[in-house]
């Protein structure tokens, strides 16, 4: 008979020895499902992937740029996470925020000076964002909704939102795009460092990251959110007032979510689309849980998550495979990483007690 | 049906060692035994919930395993437990089906019309169509009994069936188990309650401590020979009992009511007061609102009617209630609480030591980061002093043993020189040592002039440890007694609401 058993606790190297064990195996398993769906020789297929990611210096800035939109996102839904709220809806938080920043553009670009305008846009699209998660979280601290169908569902509206102002700012009428903001005068683009056009989202990112993890691990409010969230009933037993950290962190996330959109529209894209946030809202769930919502591990989980997408883009093109097929190499090699966890936590246990306990 | 030498234990706690019990078809049998008695665990067994150890089961003279629900429900036997299992969004019919594998089990008509038919039979009051979210509790029950009986159950056991229901409920609910009886079914019936027992039982069976102690018929037997047989002779623990010194009123209690979520009254009408420097033990089958009234005390418990005051040294005094511990803190009452659950309340289980010293305290100084330089003081104090076993003070508490978790809860309450300790079953699940060192602690607090209320489950050492004793029946005060005058025979039927009116 076989049962699973709860481990006590594994130490750390068993842990990392376990963890590298599954990413040997699902390196093996993705090279042998290449060589066999494609016949391709599966070193070569990871060579592609590796300079898919690295290969040039614009693809390093493009990889390290992704990592840092990823990874604001992740950041902005790890509080709540901690807190076991299911944001969910970093998605919507992005939009929004993005939208609050792109119509700064618009209707301010000409009229205020650029150190009046980006601070206005940090501001807006925080706000916005902050706004899109305050909706769930006051019906979550007030009435216990459930706060992952909620928050999904702001995601429809703020595409649908976003949507909306694309055709009200489409230029030329009728493309349905808005094309680039304030092409010639600039007005509310962030401001390059060094002349490194990511520099800045990247610098952001990298402090948003120490700060948050600084606020986690050592202020009272992140300290109030880790008691709210393993017992709620203790928080409350030492006077935490449970609806306020729940509504006072979700702003936080709203707000970090909304800054994320801010990156993108007045950092790298200037202009507006409804798939602006590129499904990162959800992605940055896995990122945060992969981290087990550790701040700094997770600058390794979006690289991971990065990396592969990366890479997978380069193979589809290099060996004019499908698209799907990095996608697929990606799902392997996810699978075998959070599945190796499943050992971690579990032991399984052969007993031979069948034959006495059926006396 | 017969079990013979039945023994479980989960981990180090002995649940049932070497149980032998009859059951008869045609006959009411009652499980009476005090909390933690091992009556629960027994039935479990019966209804393939556990596997037993070691033991045998036989039924009609056949030996059988039962090794799953499904095996139990094979042989016909159905248990309903304290916490219902039926799908809120299903329909009473629905969930009578539910898990049924048979071809035409999903006949939903034909199922109504079986389900009229034993509900005429036995005199139940159930509307197949009618969703279970629309239904009062006894309602509920009433789905589970007709759900085993559809099943073809004959032999019923029912755990605690009267704690939920109102005394009318009750007295439905009896009679159609009579008429089940009638029927030749066997029904086992878990209880506490001696007057349930008196009422319902054909025949009593009594366990005490996980062991099997007498059966005996219920005609035969009086409520003082029950109650002898349940909470067993008076043994000597010799715990210190100081005299209380200087006692002042602390904590006055007055004409408090507490409905719990779902309405149902937890406390009725309680008064009593809690004076410095003496222990107020509290006694009582568990349920019978203790949690509730260590929460009141605490803010934590919405309070319906009363007034639950603090007095201050001076005279002044303070009301606690609508509070929360915040604000009653902001009052200057120190107050320190040791719950019942104590990783579900008062510690944070993923926490490590010094994060959970600093549970109360996080708050203190300016600035937005915590301070964990005096927590990580305390926590290295307490491991030291109250002899933690621990590989470290970064340790998560859920790793440490029961012991060990209850002194790390009660080493921080006791820390913050409270006036007030309220403590719930400090020494449940704790080993003999670990036990007299949290009485050791409750004592020096008393010393030191702290108004103790202590709620336990063991009456002997309450007797022993406690210098009054209040005792709870369902939710109401029976009686207040000395602690060093009482017996456990007078306690344990106040206990049981047999005493004042009755004995």
Redesign the interface.
């Known amino acids: 008979m076989i049962h699973i058993a709860k481990r ?2 594994m130490p750390l190297p068993q842990a990392l020895a376990i963890r590298l064990g599954a990413i040997v195996a699902a390196l093996v398993a993705c090279g042998v499902i290449t060589a066999i769906a494609t016949g391709l020789n599966p070193v070569d297929v990871y060579a592609a992937m590796v300079k898919g990611a690295f290969g040039t210096p614009r693809k390093v800035w493009i990889l390290l740029q992704e990592l840092a939109i990823l990874l604001c996102v992740s950041l902005a839904l790890t509080p709540a996470f901690r807190m076991r709220f299911w944001n969910l809806g970093g998605e919507g938080q992005i939009l929004v925020g993005g939208l609050a920043a792109a119509s700064c553009m618009i209707i301010l670009g000409n009229r205020l000076p650029n150190a009046l305008l980006i601070p206005l846009m940090f501001v807006s699209s925080a706000c916005a964002g902050a706004l899109w998660a305050l909706l769930p979280a006051l019906f979550k601290a007030r009435w216990n909704t459930n706060e992952t169908l909620f928050t999904l569902m702001m995601n429809y509206v703020a595409t649908q939102l976003v949507a909306f102002f694309v055709i009200v700012w489409e230029v030329p009428k009728g493309s349905g795009n808005i094309g680039i903001i304030n092409q010639s005068t600039e007005a509310g683009w962030l401001p390059q460092v060094g002349g490194y056009k990511y520099l800045l989202n990247i610098l952001l990112v990298a402090i948003l990251t120490v700060i948050m993890h600084i606020y986690l691990a ?7 959110i ?2 709210v969230g ?2 709620p ?2 928080a ?4 935490i ?1 449970v609806e306020k950290v729940i509504v006072r962190t979700l702003l936080l996330s709203g707000a970090i979510c909304g800054f994320a959109g801010l990156l993108l529209v007045g950092g790298t894209a200037h202009t507006i689309t409804t798939t602006i946030a590129g499904g990162r809202g959800f992605t940055a769930v896995m990122v945060a849980w992969l981290a087990k919502f550790n701040p700094i591990t997770m600058v390794a989980s979006s690289l991971l998550l990065v990396f592969m997408s990366c890479g997978a883009g380069e193979i589809s093109t290099a060996f004019g495979l499908n698209h799907s097929f990095g996608d697929i190499l990606t799902g392997i090699i996810l699978f075998f990483i959070i599945g190796c966890e499943f050992f971690i936590t579990y032991r399984i246990v052969f007993s031979k007690k069948e034959g006495e ?2 006396v | 049906m017969r079990m013979r030498d039945i023994s479980k234990s989960f981990g180090q706690i002995q649940a049932n060692s070497a149980v032998s019990l009859d059951i008869y078809r045609g006959e009411i049998l009652a499980l009476l035994g005090e909390n933690g008695s091992g009556k629960t665990t027994l039935m479990n067994m019966l209804s393939g919930i556990y ?1 037993p150890d070691s033991g045998e089961i036989e039924i009609d003279g056949e030996p059988v ?1 039962i ?1 799953s629900p499904k095996d139990a429900f094979d042989k016909g036997i159905g248990m309903i437990h304290q916490h219902f299992k039926l799908v809120n969004v299903f329909t009473a019919a629905e969930n009578i089906i539910l898990g049924l594998e048979d071809e035409d089990a999903f006949d939903i008509a034909a199922a109504c019309g079986r389900i009229r038919a034993i509900c005429d039979s036995y005199g139940f009051d159930v509307d197949p169509d009618q969703k279970v979210y629309d239904m009062s509790v006894s309602q509920k029950q009433t789905v589970e009994i007709v759900k085993l009986l559809y099943r073809g159950a004959d032999i019923l056991i029912l755990d605690e069936p009267t704690a939920v229901l109102t005394p009318q409920e009750t007295d439905r609910l009896f009679a159609i188990l009579r008429n089940m009886r009638d029927d030749g079914k066997a029904i086992v019936i878990i209880t506490h309650k001696l007057r349930e027992v008196l009422d319902i039982s054909d025949r009593v069976a009594v366990l005490r401590k996980g062991a099997y102690v007498g059966a005996m018929a219920t005609a035969e037997t009086s409520p003082q020979e029950m109650t002898n047989m349940m909470v067993g002779h008076q043994v000597s623990l010799n715990i210190d009992r100081p005299a209380p010194v200087d006692p002042k009123e602390r904590i006055r209690v007055s004409g408090v009511t507490v409905r719990n979520q779902e309405g149902v009254v937890k406390l009725d009408n309680v008064s009593f007061t809690a004076r410095s420097g003496e222990i107020l033990g509290i006694a009582g089958i568990s349920g019978c609102g203790q949690k509730e009234l260590l929460e009141a005390i ?1 803010g ?1 418990q919405p309070v319906e009617v009363g007034s639950i005051e603090y007095i201050h040294d001076n005279g002044r005094s303070e009301q606690l209630i609508g509070k ?4 009653i ?1 902001a009052l200057g009452v120190a107050l320190s ?1 040791v ?1 019942e ?1 104590r ?9 490590d030591l010094t ?1 959970n010293m ?3 305290s ?2 203190q100084g300016r600035g ?3 301070d964990r330089k005096g927590p990580r003081h305390l926590a290295e104090k307490v491991v030291e002093e109250l002899e933690v076993s621990t590989d470290s003070i970064s340790t998560p508490v859920r ?1 440490l043993s029961g012991g060990n978790v209850q002194k790390v809860l009660v080493g921080r309450e006791i820390s913050s020189s409270p006036t007030v300790l309220l403590s719930a079953y400090a020494v449940r699940g704790l080993d003999v040592n670990s036990s007299y060192l949290i009485y050791d602690l409750i004592n020096q607090q008393k010393e030191r002039g702290v108004a103790v209320v202590y709620v336990g489950e063991d009456l002997d050492v309450l007797l022993e440890f406690c210098d009054r004793i209040l005792v709870l029946c369902g939710g109401k005060v029976s009686g207040i007694v000395d602690g060093r005058g009482a017996t456990k025979n007078e306690v344990g039927l106040m206990m049981t609401k047999l005493g004042g009116e009755e004995a």
């Open positions: 006590k606790e050592y202020s009272k409010h992140g300290y109030e880790s008691v393993e017992s009933n203790t409350r037993y030492v006077g007032k306990r059926d | 596997f395993v090794a605490a934590l929360d511990p915040l604000e803190a609480f719950p659950d990783l579900g309340m008062g510690l944070v289980g993923n926490m994060d600093m549970l109360r996080f708050r937005i980061f915590t790793k």
